[in-house]
């Protein structure tokens, strides 16, 4: 995919789509213009039918993603109005995540701190090597974090720990992470790439309106009861039954083969 800057790289193999922090000078620290990026990469990889799954990923063996780059901290977030596009363009940014349909896998090595964490949250799964480090170091460096961060924070590991996690600004090893249900799994460094591709490759595979569906449902679980959307997903379910994917479920379970959905 042609970007306009080089810090992030997008592409597509065997319906993934591959979107890879391209900074590991800084281990992947994040620069506006990367997350400008993430924007685009994003809104392509959702309007591309031959997208089923997205993985993102760090460039390098030091970090998925750092953080935000401090570098920037005094061009870009150091008077009212550098800090309301900041905020305006991070806002962005969560919005194509939180719209982004298909599924997404934070394949995750080396540090993943900060705004790297909070990027790694944006994932349905997180697939961790055994050398990743976990932690919000916000307390440590004076800055306000967050309600919506703390909020999917605390819904995905409870808030004994998110307390714990925000307090402290402590770093967490993966064993760590895994056990407080921060991450889905840990393996060896050698094994992490074919791990997330063939897990990829295993949502791929599936029917795309029947994994749409189920993300939505899991997704609007982040909300508070008075502003999920609850009528949506019933659509989505419905589109399921409608759908030819549902009769080539149902003939190849009895035919005894694998069932070649095409999302319609």
Known sequence: MDLETPYMLASIRDGVGWMTFNNPDRRNAM???????????????????????????GAGDKAFVSG????????HRSTPEARAYFDELAAASAHA?????????????????????????QADLRIAADDAQFGIPAARLGLGYGFDGVKKLTHIVGPTMAAEIMLTARRFGATEANAMGLI???????ELETAVAELAASIAA??????????????ETFKDPDRQDRDRIAGLVEACFRSDDYK????????????????R
Do not use: H, W, Y
């Open 97 to 121: 995540f939180s719209s982004l349909e298909k599924p997404l896998i934070a394949m995750i090595r080396g540090f993943c701190m900060g705004g790297g964490l909070a990027t790694a949250l």
């Open 68 to 75: 935000a780059d401090i570098s920037e901290f005094d061009q």
């Open 206 to 219: 599936n029917a795309p309106l029947t994994v749409k569906a189920a993300k939505a449902s899991v997704r």
């Open 184 to 190: 889905n799994r840990v393996v060896a460094v050698k």
């Open 248 to 263: 080539e479920g149902r003939s190849a379970f009895l035919e005894k083969r694998v069932a070649e959905f095409r999302g």
């Open 31 to 57: 620069k506006l213009e990367m997350s400008r990026a993430v924007i685009d990469i994003l809104a392509t990889f959702d309007a591309d039918d031959d997208v089923r799954v997205v993985v993102m990923r």
